[in-house]
């Protein structure tokens, strides 16, 4: 079992940032791809960045490329969600979750973002 702990939400206004950050523990392993989603009330959950432990195969959501860096510490077991500029579109629910390849099979509980505008 993999357990995923999410924290960093809060408030911002438009423009500002915040750093979110998912702490994993239990059976992590070094192949395993690390992602973050999003989920805004009323809409569908939807995919924001992922990567791998080692650092490769990241990748981005068209609507986050540019402002949002995913990175992991490897030491900590923590993958990090770096966001700038940030928009009140990107108020959602933000989701870590874990898994081999695009499977994704273990989730945190999530952590709210609200951006005012």
């Known amino acids: 079992q993999v357990q995923l702990v999410e924290s960093g939400g809060g408030l911002v206004q438009a423009g500002g940032s915040l750093r979110l950050s998912c702490a994993a523990s239990?059976?992590?392993?070094?192949?395993?791809?690390m992602a973050w989603f999003r989920q805004a009330p009323g809409k569908e959950r939807e995919f924001v960045a992922r990567?791998?432990?080692?650092?490769?195969?990241?990748y981005y959501a068209d609507s986050v490329k540019g402002r949002f860096t995913i990175s992991g510490d490897n030491a900590k077991n923590t993958v990090y969600l770096q966001m700038n500029s940030l928009k009140p579109e990107d108020t959602a629910v933000y989701y870590c979750?874990?898994?081999?390849?695009?499977?994704?099979?273990?989730w945190g509980q999530g952590t709210q973002v609200t951006v005012s505008s």
């Open positions: 990567t791998s432990w080692s650092g490769d195969n990241t």
């Open positions: 239990g059976r992590t392993f070094s192949r395993y791809t």
């Open positions: 979750a874990t898994g081999i390849a695009n499977f994704y099979a273990y």
